[in-house]
């Protein structure tokens, strides 16, 4: 017993979490996504930057905008989640730095005057925060389906601007029927791991 | 209570944990090190190619080698934690596709054949997996140092090949006194969340 998280956090975070490709039309409530958040917010960032933006896609509308920047196999999970959340990493996060790092106020302007540090830093945090993310869905009792597959030119001009780099779009909701793949097999710790 | 995971685990994984600056000397074992990753080895990645790979830095002679690429703020950290990770990339992770992905093996020629697409990749998914691995670090009760703050190239010289990208220097173990600052502010959600 070397995790002091119970085993049925470890199942409902990890160990029995899937990514979901079907879906029930059970919604997916604001609030849920509130308490998502109020949890996640707090996953480490570098200098506390945390770049991630959200943007959930509710309307119909907004929906069908969506859905012809997605791969084909993609599509027709975007069109039948509950709820779907495009996540992007804010490139100007250095405006929020004065109140996110008050104590380091000397850190915007030393590492992040560039434009091109900020993308790097902002797509790496992000990511980090995307992850957070997922879990949190798990956490609310809901399955996540992340997608890398989609036009993120596309997407961008669709919903961001140029200050947003999209890093992933995810379906959200209660599984449905033959929601999950079989099981893909893992490394083993001996091939990730090495000591010395 | 829109979170289903017991306010416990809540606590232990974000709400209570924090960037550790300090450590006792109380050891990490090789036997928390598996039981977290056979823990977060089933967060998910893109096409399952999950390309984070975990260098830790256990003999005396390593950590010698590797305090002087770290920021001066962050030197006493890494001398002083009882265990350091480095969390790094690998950029030919499509060489275990046929193994992690036996349902698609078209996927390793159609998009990752060319290496700016592995990397791309690669950067964006390991990040991934260096966050799930920060919670792992939580589920065992252990607090977690991520550092960005360091230099890249020489950590991969000293410690990796140029297969592998380094990502974050993780150190690990029981807060020590003082081990954290005061929590710094998170955005609101209304800050961070839009609605279309």
Chains 1, 2 share one sequence.
């Not at 959340?85 to 004065?98: K, M, T, V, W």
């Not at 434009?115 to 957070?132: K, V």
């Not at 959200?172 to 929601?179: L, R, S, T």
């Amino acid at each position: 017993m070397s995790l002091v998280l119970d085993p049925a956090a470890q199942d409902l975070l990890f160990r029995e979490a899937r990514t979901a490709n079907t879906f029930t039309d059970e919604p997916v409530t604001d609030e849920q996504v509130q308490a998502i958040y109020d949890l996640v917010k707090y996953g480490p960032t570098a200098f506390n930057q945390t770049p991630l933006r959200i943007t959930l896609v509710r309307s119909s509308e907004a929906r069908e905008r969506l859905i012809p920047h997605m791969s084909g196999g993609n599509q027709a999970k975007t069109a039948s989640a509950p709820l779907v959340a495009i996540l992007s990493a804010d490139n100007e996060f250095h405006e929020e730095l004065p109140t996110l790092l008050p104590a380091m106020p000397q850190i915007k302007d030393l590492f992040f005057a560039e434009r091109p540090a900020r993308e790097g830093s902002a797509a790496f945090n992000a990511a980090l925060q995307a992850a957070y993310f997922i879990v949190g869905i798990r956490a609310a009792g809901l399955a996540a389906g992340p997608m890398t597959g989609y036009d993120a030119e596309g997407v961008r001009k669709e919903f961001l601007d140029d200050d947003h780099t999209p890093l992933m779009v995810v379906n959200i909701g209660k599984p449905g029927e033959d929601a999950f793949r079989p099981r893909s097999p893992r490394l083993g710790f001996d091939e990730v791991v090495t000591t010395v």
